[in-house]
């Protein structure tokens, strides 16, 4: 028994040395037009050193101006002898001044400019968004993984979007949890912290387990998941909750037959760990 028990592993271990090999996914570069979040943000940006030049600008000018108000009230305090005198320079100051105006009325027309093409692109952006808004549904995804394994068990889809119910959740999550299961982790969401769940922990009797909130490294797994699925979602496009239903049937059997570096045998995906020699 202890020899066929090390010829199979042996044989296992011949059939699975290729996989321990690191083969870096290629990326494929997702869509070239920027979000709306992108170029509001990126407005943002531009709009605040726009306005720290101005605050800079604004404090030349107030200098200026209290320059050019000391000199001609020095001017106007002397004698008329005095002022003969120093005419030709107060009149150099006059024309400097005279300058200085000119182009503050300048650029407070170049100011009035920007700020109407500043409102006129925010209004784009908003009127391209609703347009946007109004075409698209929501949909929502509940993610099951196996916190040993790492098998994803299921990702059933909800056309109802941000509006989905407890009920639907708990429906969903019925058809997809194991019946051996002992322990269910999830976030603190209200679709969690409903007495539908509570009712079916009760019957399938298993502990529901919530993590910590706005701590989600402790159910990392989860999120490593979603980060996964995101990442292979960002290549993809879909019009509709039927495709989006099919890439995830495409999805989830690729994900658990693919190796997976978390696992305590190097090589080995979620399917083979869940299968493993030494539980048979």
């Known amino acids: 028994m202890g020899l066929d028990y090390a010829e199979a592993m042996r044989q296992y271990a011949q059939a699975t040395r290729d ?14 037009e920027p979000t709306r979040w992108r170029k509001e943000s990126e407005g943002r940006a531009e709009r ?25 009230q020095v001017y106007q305090a002397l004698t008329r002898l005095e002022r003969k005198a120093q005419r030709a320079t107060y009149l ?8 200085v105006r000119q182009q503050r009325q300048e650029t407070l027309r170049q100011r009035q400019q920007e700020n109407q093409a500043w409102h006129q692109s925010n209004r784009e952006i908003q009127a391209g968004s609703d347009e946007q808004t109004q075409a698209r549904s929501w949909i929502a995804i509940l993610v099951a993984t196996d916190n040993c394994t790492r098998q ?19 429906t969903a999550l019925a058809t997809i949890l194991p019946k051996e299961l002992e322990f269910l982790i ?9 007495k539908a769940l509570a009712n079916l922990a009760l019957e399938a009797d298993f502990l529901h387990i919530p993590v910590y909130r706005h701590r989600p490294e402790s159910n990392g797994i989860a999120e490593r998941f979603v980060l996964t699925l995101k990442d292979w979602l960002s290549s993809k496009s879909w019009n509709d909750a039927e495709a989006l239903r099919l890439l995830l049937l495409q999805f989830q059997p690729e994900y658990n037959d693919r190796t997976h570096q978390g696992l ?8 083979e760990f869940a299968k493993r020699i030494w539980l048979m």
């Open 19 to 32: 996989r321990l090999i690191q083969h870096p996914s290629e990326r494929i570069p997702g869509l070239q």
């Open 92 to 99: 150099l100051a006059c024309q400097t001044w005279g300058t």
């Open 186 to 194: 999830s976030d603190q969401g209200t679709h969690f912290r409903s």
């Open 48 to 72: 605040y050193h726009v306005r720290e030049q101005r605050q800079q600008e604004e404090l030349a000018w107030k200098a200026a101006k209290s320059a050019w108000r000391q000199t001609r």
């Open 152 to 170: 994803c068990l299921g990702l059933p889809i909800f056309r109802t979007g941000s509006k989905v119910t407890s009920d639907e959740v708990v």
């Open 264 to 271: 305590a045998i190097p090589g080995s995906s979620p399917n």
